[in-house]
């Protein structure tokens, strides 16, 4: 078991869909991160999350929209994904966003778009 | 660029040793190690950060050596639990944290 709970662990949507993916931590940490993962491939940033603050966005497309509405709490909107962004989403967080502060990643959310 | 790891795949038998190498082009603050099996979590390993430090944790151990921008990481007396997909993560000293993952090395121990 993680303590970086994500929901759902499946999803499967057509390109005109709107979802969102869910993290959830309760470690009191305060940054909080959204990869991206292809298979056999290693984990892409994509955001990050400051004390709720988005301070990095790695030059995502405007399809993907994070949200931090609280410190325990990280969602993803999605909407008109394309058939590439299949993938695995992982959700991490750190104590703080300094420098070598260990991560903790949730199992993730296998994303398929049809 | 992401960082290059090395080898990329690895069959051991139980109870056999196993090197891991991650190698950046970038001047590195800290490297970070963590494990993957299939369908699950990274999970992390542990941190070195610059000053050539080693550091170990049971019969896993990582040296740093800042000058050559490399980490290797050192698994001794394997066994079947430590069969996963081993990464790499660097940062650069930019004041805040931001890893980019190695290649992966794919690790295999059977019995």
């Known amino acids: 078991d993680t303590e970086v709970t994500q929901t759902p662990k499946h999803l499967v949507m057509g390109m005109t869909n709107k979802k969102s993916l869910k993290c959830e931590q309760h470690m009191g940490h305060r940054a909080m991160y959204w990869y991206k993962q292809k298979a056999k491939k290693p984990p892409e940033l994509m955001f990050v999350y400051s004390y709720e603050k988005l301070s990095i966005n790695e030059s995502v497309p405007s399809r993907f929209s994070p949200e931090c509405p609280n410190s325990s709490l990280l969602n993803l909107h999605l909407h008109a994904l394309q058939p590439e962004d299949s993938a695995l989403y992982l959700c991490a967080s750190s104590q703080d966003y300094r420098l070598a502060q260990p991560q903790h990643f949730g199992d993730g959310t296998r994303l398929s778009i049809l | 660029q992401q960082p290059v790891q090395s080898p990329q795949a690895v069959i051991l038998r139980e109870g056999e040793d196993a090197v891991i190498n991650c190698s950046s082009s970038k001047a590195l603050y800290s490297v970070h190690w963590y494990r993957q099996k299939h369908g699950e979590a990274p999970v992390f390993l542990m941190i070195?950060?610059?000053?050539?430090e080693q550091k170990g944790h049971e019969k896993i151990s990582a040296s740093f050596n800042e000058k050559k921008q490399q980490s290797s990481l050192y698994l001794t007396a394997s066994q079947l639990s430590y069969s996963g997909t081993y990464f790499c993560g660097t940062e650069e000293d930019t004041g805040f944290q931001k890893l980019v993952f190695g290649t992966g090395t794919r690790l295999l121990v059977s019995p």
């Open positions: 070195l950060l610059k000053g050539g």
